[in-house]
Structure formats: structure tokens, C-alpha cells
């Protein structure tokens, strides 16, 4: 067969795209499959933490009852006084949830403190005066003497003093001999100081001369002149 030089060319055309169209052994596809086996790639995700509770201070606006949970519905488990200062978190509803895990209603509680109350200054008591003594020691004027007496139903004369110093805010021993040994001494007495005939009678001295005492069995309480034998005098501090 005589071939042209046409005919090589066409020839060597055609092969040359019969090998390009053909796959090529041992190379690799642009876009390769997956490999079966091959473990999926693993995305880690960071887990969101919730938002913790926001802690609210509340006090209660009366006395409150305390439920066992946030409603009408749970029963009382307790109470809380006027003015008590709780720290919680607040339910959905509202409803105060205290740190023991308590609940107490909204419309009971109010987040303004209440006031706080005034000291109450406390008053000095009253400075112990002749005349404060004097118009003590008057008022019982008339009572009839009792043998071991010290109400206003009768006095004896310890009695009658002691009750007397005892409204004045002092508080002196039941017997002429405690109050003796009680008072402090004086030589010269003024107006509302004891006088002591002894350990066996008492009075209140009025001035001048004179005296209060609840004498005997038959006199009342009287203000009177001082008689003989007296032997100390007591000033009440």
C-alpha cells in the first residue's frame, strides 16, 4: 500500500486524540472521591454556660407566711416577722426564693429598708430633793399605823420610809438597822433625811424641828414635833 503524506498526517491525528481521550492509568482525578473509612472531620463546640440567677434583697412589709413553693397552692412551712431582711432569687412569677430554699409572695415583700426607729433618749431620774421628799412623805398622811406594815392598807416606821424613798426611785432595806447602816451619816440634818432613835424607829426630817413619821400602834402618819432621844441622822444618796 502506497501511502501519501496526506494520509500519514490524518494518521498521526487521529492517534493523538485516541490517546487523549483514553484514561490515564495511576493519575489521580482533580476531584478525588472520599476514601471509604476515613474518619468525618470533627468540629468541637464550647459549651454555653446559663446565666447565672440574679441575687435580690427584699424585707417583708408585715408578718408573712412561708411556702413550700412559689404559688398559693404549696402549703406553709413557716413565717417571717415585720421588717426581716431576705436574700434570694425571684421565680418567674415573681415569688421570692430564699437562700433556705424558701418561698414568700411578692405582693408581701418590698425592696426599700424600712426606717430605722429613733433611740429613745432615756430620762435621768429626777434629782432627790428636800422639798420632792417632803411632798412624798405628805402624801400618805393619815394612814393608820400597822405592826409590820409597808402598803398604804398600814406602815410600821421602816415601812412607812421605805415606801416613801421607794416611789422617789431609792430603794432602801426593810429595817430601822439596814437603813441606818444604808444612808450616810450627817451631824446637822436637812429636810428629808432620816432621823434614828436607836435601831427601834425611823422618820423623815421635815425641818424645824419637826418630823414625819408613822409612829404607834393608834397614830397615822402625821408630820409632827421631834421628840427626845435621837441618836443619828441619815442622808439617802
Not at 494520509?7 to 472520599?34: K, M, N
Not at 435601831?199 to 402625821?222: C, E, F, K, T
Request: net charge positive; proline share 5%.
Amino acid at each position: 500500500m502506497r501511502l501519501t503524506a496526506r494520509s500519514v498526517t490524518r494518521a498521526s491525528v487521529l492517534a493523538v486524540a485516541v490517546a487523549l481521550a483514553a484514561p490515564q492509568v495511576g493519575v489521580a482525578s482533580a476531584t478525588a472521591a472520599p476514601q471509604v473509612g476515613a474518619p468525618a472531620a470533627v468540629t468541637s463546640v464550647t459549651p454555653v454556660k446559663a446565666a447565672a440567677a440574679k441575687k435580690v434583697v427584699r424585707y417583708t412589709k408585715t408578718k408573712v407566711n412561708v411556702r413550700k413553693g412559689p404559688g398559693t397552692k404549696y402549703r406553709v412551712v413557716g413565717a417571717y416577722a415585720k421588717g426581716r431582711k431576705l436574700t434570694g432569687t425571684l421565680t418567674k412569677n415573681g415569688w421570692l426564693r430564699t437562700a433556705a430554699g424558701k418561698y414568700v409572695a411578692p405582693s408581701v415583700l418590698t425592696a426599700k429598708a424600712p426606717a430605722k426607729k429613733a433611740a429613745t433618749a432615756k430620762k435621768a431620774p429626777a434629782k432627790l430633793t428636800p422639798s420632792r421628799i417632803l411632798a412624798q412623805a405628805a402624801k400618805y398622811k393619815g394612814i393608820m399605823y400597822r405592826a409590820g406594815g409597808s402598803t398604804t392598807s398600814g406602815f410600821d416606821c421602816s415601812g412607812y420610809t421605805r415606801y416613801v424613798f421607794a416611789k422617789l426611785g431609792k430603794s432602801l432595806p426593810r429595817t430601822v438597822a439596814g437603813q441606818k447602816a444604808r444612808t450616810t451619816r450627817v451631824s446637822k440634818p436637812r429636810a428629808g433625811d432620816l432621823v434614828f432613835w436607836g435601831n427601834y424607829h425611823v422618820a423623815i426630817y421635815a425641818g424645824n424641828g419637826m418630823i414625819w413619821d408613822s409612829g404607834r400602834p393608834g397614830l397615822p402618819v402625821q408630820k409632827r414635833k421631834m421628840f427626845s432621844g435621837v441618836t443619828s441622822y441619815g442622808r439617802v444618796g
